[in-house]
């Protein structure tokens, strides 16, 4: 099935610097050692069948136009690389693509999406882009929440999408 779509805006208003909680940093994917295979960790839960090996992320990753991992920001809790997000920008069209967000099971429920997507913003921000666009999946449900949460619209621009987005409304509300 066709993953769904969520665009977003911006609003032109200046976003502060995320805040991140006691323990956390963010590094981008060259700033970590062996950084490939710690995000290819992070991705196996839920956005891979099981881990995968490098020739994956250079298929996903270093092969969609416009990418570059110093987008790739993994967020780090004492020595272990625990979620990662990617942004990627379109310069010619400033438009982003938000890729590949994933959270180890053992982190999630601990707002981490939301800190996420505060980093995503910002770097779309920063940036100059003037929208955004993701794809997710119908059964993401924490996900599209914290999506909604920070200004992302779902693409009802199908009779499909419309309907799908209907009965998540139904699950979410």
């Known amino acids: 099935m066709e993953q769904l779509i969520m665009r977003w805006k911006n609003d032109g208003k200046k976003m502060d610097l995320y805040t991140l909680p006691e323990g956390y940093t963010v590094k981008t994917l060259p700033e970590v050692e062996d950084g490939v295979d710690a995000w290819l960790d992070i991705i196996q839960y839920g956005l891979s069948e099981g881990?995968?090996?490098?020739?994956?992320?250079?298929?996903?990753?270093?092969?969609?136009?416009?990418?570059?991992a110093d987008k790739c920001f993994l967020l780090i809790h004492g020595e272990e690389a625990?979620?990662?997000?990617?942004?990627?920008?379109n310069y010619e069209k400033k438009e982003g693509y938000i890729h590949m967000v994933a959270c180890k099971e053992s982190y999630r429920g601990k707002r981490i999406g939301s800190l996420l997507n505060q980093i995503a913003l910002y770097e779309l921000k920063k940036e100059g882009m003037e929208s955004a666009y993701l794809t997710t999946d119908d059964w993401r449900i924490p996900a599209i929440?914290?999506?909604?949460?920070?200004?992302?619209?779902?693409?009802?621009?199908?009779?499909?999408?419309?309907?799908?987005?209907?009965?998540?409304?139904k699950i979410i509300k």
């Open 145 to 169: 929440k914290s999506y909604l949460r920070i200004g992302f619209k779902p693409d009802v621009s199908t009779k499909d999408f419309a309907k799908r987005w209907k009965d998540i409304y």
């Open 82 to 89: 625990v979620a990662t997000i990617t942004v990627i920008c």
């Open 51 to 68: 881990r995968q090996n490098q020739g994956f992320y250079i298929e996903i990753m270093v092969n969609h136009d416009n990418y570059n």
